[in-house]
């Protein structure tokens, strides 16, 4: 809820706006040119901010005047007069620039806050440029070393700098969390879980019928727990999310990814396991002189076009590792078939190896991890949470078109296929059991 003097604030805000509109008042800055010259001599960006400074002052007085009248002159649609002066400050280049402004009282005593005033010191996009600029690699020590250009500014100090990414990043994981789903066109969408400085995060990613990628969501827990995993789904169904169309989710082994999305998709969702999640559990489980052989092997399998083939050679592998590690062959065998999904579907080969896996989202949370390497101490709360989320937005500006984005007709076409097997499928069962 906002505080009366932000609600009061605003209103100043749409009335200097009001008025502009309709008076379309001239504001006509006029520099001695001695002092243009020496500006400019120390750089046009100085010039250009002390110019901007002047035209702040300048719609300031502007507005005054329309308020008040001109100074010791009657006015008869006075509005308030003029009161007292104390200082105060407007933010520009994404400083704070101390000025001294003028208060004026209204005819019932009251103060009248300038709209201008108000407008010039919103600190809103100061706050984006401290989110954008420590997300590039500045810290808030060397912030104001970096970025000051008046002399006099304030407010760009390390304490200052920590407080306001605290908020900007706040904000822009709430966006994030808060964004509506429901327009969202979806052929496949990717969720796994990362370990993230001590803690699990789990993030889905949609891959949109254009091939763009876009975040969904954002999950802390201490494990891919179902509980987790479940609020996760609810959230995205909450935002409007369509989990009754036909769609590809690739996942990672974890059987709570796949309790969830079967309990919210049912028939609608088509599992396909992470290829290198199955690959990797299996090496791990094998001595190391047999790694090498049996990871060619796999490659080998997961990239043959037909289902047939995959299923044969996988097939082969599994009789093998039987022999050698059992363990590694029931690894094997475990889920098998949903990691032939994308070979089912008989989908391209450029697609396929971009959703036979939860690659997109392990590349984004690298960009976290990159970015992350410079906290030292992680506190409780949404400190990690902040932090991934705004690492997501920053990979999510990166994002290419998923390769192989132009086949993705294809598997649409076969999305709806498979949803009308189902169909007629529960059809004819029916038939049989009446």
């Not at 010039?47 to 329309?66: D, F, K, S, T, V």
């Amino acid at each position: 809820m906002k505080k009366p003097y932000q609600i009061a604030a605003g209103r100043a805000v749409q009335r200097v706006r009001q008025w502009a509109e309709e008076k379309n008042p001239v504001v006509q800055l006029m520099l001695p040119m001695i002092e243009i010259l020496t500006l400019a001599k120390r750089g046009a960006g100085e010039l250009i901010r002390e110019a901007g400074l002047q035209l702040i002052l300048l719609a300031m007085a502007q507005e005054i005047e329309a308020l008040t009248g001109a100074p010791y002159q009657r006015s008869a649609g006075r509005q308030a007069q003029r009161w007292s002066r104390e200082e105060g400050f407007v933010v520009v280049d994404g400083q704070k620039v101390p000025i001294e402004r003028q208060r004026l009282r209204g005819k019932d005593g009251g103060e009248v806050r300038l709209g201008t005033y108000e407008l010039f010191q919103q600190t809103r996009n100061l706050d984006d440029q401290v989110w954008w600029k420590m997300l590039r690699g500045l810290t808030t020590r060397n912030y104001p070393l970096v970025t000051r250009t008046f002399a006099e500014a304030y407010g760009i100090e390390k304490s200052a700098i920590s407080e306001r990414f605290i908020q900007a990043s706040r904000e822009k994981l709430k966006e994030l969390m808060q964004r509506p789903l429901g327009e969202l066109q979806l052929c496949a969408i990717v969720i796994d879980g990362t370990p993230f400085k001590g803690r699990q995060m789990i993030a889905a990613v949609g891959v949109e019928n254009d091939g763009k990628k876009r975040i969904l969501g954002l999950r802390e827990g201490a494990t891919e727990n179902a509980t987790v995993v479940r609020e996760l789904l609810e959230d995205l169904a909450q935002r409007g999310l369509d989990f009754t169309s036909p769609c590809l989710y690739v996942l990672d082994g974890a059987k709570a990814l796949s309790a969830a999305v079967k309990r919210h998709a049912g028939e609608a969702a088509l599992i396909q396991r992470c290829q290198v999640h199955k690959r990797r559990n299996v090496l791990e489980q094998l001595p190391d002189e047999y790694q090498p052989g049996i990871e060619r092997k796999l490659l080998a399998a997961y990239g043959m076009l037909e289902y047939a083939d995959a299923k044969k050679a996988l097939t082969q592998i599994h009789q093998e590792l039987d022999r050698i590690n059992p363990s590694a062959a029931r690894s094997l065998e475990e889920g098998m078939e949903e990691t032939l999904t994308v070979h089912k579907l008989r989908m391209p080969e450029m697609l396929r190896k971009s959703l036979a896996s939860t690659n997109i989202i392990e590349s984004a949370f690298s960009v976290a991890e990159d970015l992350c390497r410079r906290v030292k101490r992680w506190r409780e709360g949404d400190h990690r949470e902040r932090w991934a989320g705004s690492a997501l937005l920053l990979a999510e500006s990166k994002f290419r078109r998923v390769k192989g984005y132009k086949e993705i007709p294809k598997l649409l076409t076969a999305l709806a296929d498979h949803a009308t097997n189902r169909t007629k499928k529960g059809v004819v069962s029916k038939t049989k059991t009446a």
